[in-house]
C-alpha cells in the first residue's frame, strides 16, 4: 500500500467508524458494564484499547492511535494534552533521582525549562551537548547517564542531527533514545526506523494542522510501549474524544498541506538567501543549514519552518521589522495554515553548550496564502528594518 492510501486508511475500523466514513466522537468518563464477567474482561484488556474508563480512551482516542502507531511504524500511541506533556511525560517515565540525561542544547524553550526547573529539583542532572556532535556524544556520558533526547531540526536555529551516529551509541551504553519529532511529523522522518526508541510530536503543529487543537503524541518501539503507557495512564495523561476527532482529520490532509507548505518556504527561503541584509538561511533543505547533509540523508522532504540570520539589527530594527508585517502575524505556534513570525536579536540565552555569535535571527512559518504575498509583505518590512539599523 502506498503512504497515501495508507494514511487516509487508517484507524478507520469497522469497530471506530460504525458504517460512515469517520470515526464517531465517542465521549466518554465512565464505562459500565453488565456483568462482573464483563467487568473482570475489561480490567484485563484495560492496556490494550479495551473500553475500560474514560482516562484510558474511547474507540475514538484508539482510531487516532491506531493511525499514528502506522504513520511513525510504532508498537504504541500515547495521547497528551500538549506537545510539552508528552515530552515531559516520556522523560518522566524513563528517569528517576540520581539519573542523568543528555539533552541537546538546540531544544525546544520549555523542554530546557523543564529540565533546569523541574528535573533538577526531582535529583535528575541534565548535560546539554552540540547538535552537531555526533558520535562524540560519547565523551559525555555518565554512568548515571539514562536517557539521549534528540531533537532535529533543532528550535528556531534549525541544525539537522546525526540521529544514526547518536543512536549507535547510546545503544553501545544502553541509553534510551527519545526524539521530538514534530518537524518530521512523522511523514518526512520516522525515528524508530532509524534506531530511536521514543518519537515524540506536538501533533498541535502538522497533524492537527488548523490551529484550534492542543495535543501531543508520544511513540515508542515494542520494549518500552508498556511502561510509556502505564507511566502516562498514573500520572493522569489523557486527552477529550473531540480533539482527537479533530487530530484525524487534520492528519488526512497532511501530506496535501505538507507539500504546498514545503514548496512555498522554499521559495521565500530562496528569495531570502539573495537578499542584501540576510547572512545567511537556515532551511534544513538548503545547504547553509548546519547539517544539511543528514537531511538529504534521512529526511524525504521539509516543511513550511525555517529561519533566517541577518547580518546586522538592533531591538529597534526587529521591532519595526515585526510591527510592519501585514500577512505574517506573530505566534510561537506554527503548523497551521496561516504563516507566522517570532525574532531573538540573540540566541544566547537559550544556548548553554554552543553559544550564539551570529546576528539576529528570524523564524517564519510560511503558510497557505499566495507565497507572492508574502514575499511582497517580507520586502517591505525589511526596508523598515534597514531604516532602523
Not at 531544544?107 to 530546557?112: L, V
Not at 545503544?171 to 530511536?196: R, S
Not at 510561537?332 to 544566547?348: P, Q
Request: hydrophobic letters at 40%; charged letters at 20%.
Amino acid at each position: 500500500m502506498k503512504k497515501n492510501t495508507k494514511l487516509i486508511s487508517s484507524g478507520r475500523k469497522s469497530q471506530y467508524t460504525h458504517g460512515v466514513v469517520n470515526p464517531v466522537v465517542q465521549r466518554a468518563s465512565t464505562v459500565v458494564f453488565d456483568s462482573v464477567a464483563e467487568l473482570h474482561e475489561a480490567v484485563k484488556g484495560r492496556g490494550n484499547r479495551t473500553l475500560f474508563y474514560g482516562r484510558r480512551g474511547t474507540q475514538t482516542h484508539y482510531a487516532l492511535q491506531d493511525a499514528i502507531m502506522e504513520l511513525e511504524n510504532a508498537a504504541g500511541c500515547a495521547l497528551y494534552p500538549s506537545g510539552a506533556a508528552a515530552i515531559s511525560q516520556s522523560l518522566l517515565s524513563f528517569l528517576k533521582s540520581g539519573d542523568h540525561l543528555l539533552m541537546v542544547d538546540t531544544a525546544y524553550e520549555p523542554t530546557r525549562d523543564l529540565c533546569d526547573k523541574i528535573l533538577l529539583g526531582l535529583g535528575i542532572t541534565t548535560t546539554y551537548y552540540d547538535p552537531m556532535i555526533g558520535a562524540g556524544i560519547k565523551a559525555l556520558i555518565q554512568p548515571n547517564t539514562r536517557v539521549l533526547f534528540l531533537e532535529s531540526p533543532g528550535s528556531i536555529t534549525m541544525e539537522v542531527q546525526d540521529v544514526p551516529s547518536l543512536v549507535a551509541v547510546a545503544k553501545q551504553y544502553d541509553l534510551i533514545t527519545m526524539l521530538d519529532n514534530t518537524y518530521g511529523n512523522g511523514w518526512h522522518y520516522k525515528p524508530l526506523d532509524h534506531g530511536v526508541d521514543i518519537s515524540i510530536q506536538a501533533a498541535t503543529k502538522y497533524i492537527v494542522g488548523h490551529s484550534d487543537v492542543m495535543m501531543g503524541v508520544a511513540v515508542a518501539n515494542e520494549a518500552l510501549w508498556p511502561t510509556l503507557r502505564e507511566h502516562s495512564y498514573l500520572l493522569g495523561q489523557c486527552t477529550s474524544a473531540d480533539d482527537a476527532y479533530l487530530a484525524l482529520r487534520g492528519l488526512r490532509t497532511m501530506p496535501v498541506r505538507l507539500a504546498q507548505h514545503e514548496k512555498a518556504a522554499l521559495k521565500v527561503a530562496h528569495w531570502l538567501e539573495t537578499h542584501p541584509l540576510v547572512d545567511h538561511v537556515r532551511h534544513p533543505a538548503l545547504p547553509s543549514c548546519p547539517g544539511h547533509e543528514h537531511f538529504i540523508r534521512d529526511f524525504t522532504g521539509s516543511n513550511g519552518l525555517f529561519s533566517f540570520v541577518m547580518k546586522q539589527g538592533n531591538q529597534k530594527a526587529i521591532n519595526a521589522f515585526l510591527d510592519g508585517l501585514q500577512h505574517f502575524k506573530m505566534g510561537f505556534s506554527w503548523g497551521g495554515y496561516e504563516s507566522l513570525v517570532t525574532a531573538n536579536k540573540s540566541m544566547a540565552a537559550l544556548r548553554t553548550t554552543t553559544g550564539w555569535q551570529d546576528g539576529p535571527i528570524i523564524r517564519l512559518h510560511i503558510g497557505l496564502e499566495d507565497v507572492e504575498d508574502l514575499i511582497t509583505d517580507l520586502q517591505q518590512a525589511l526596508e523598515i528594518y534597514e531604516s532602523h539599523c
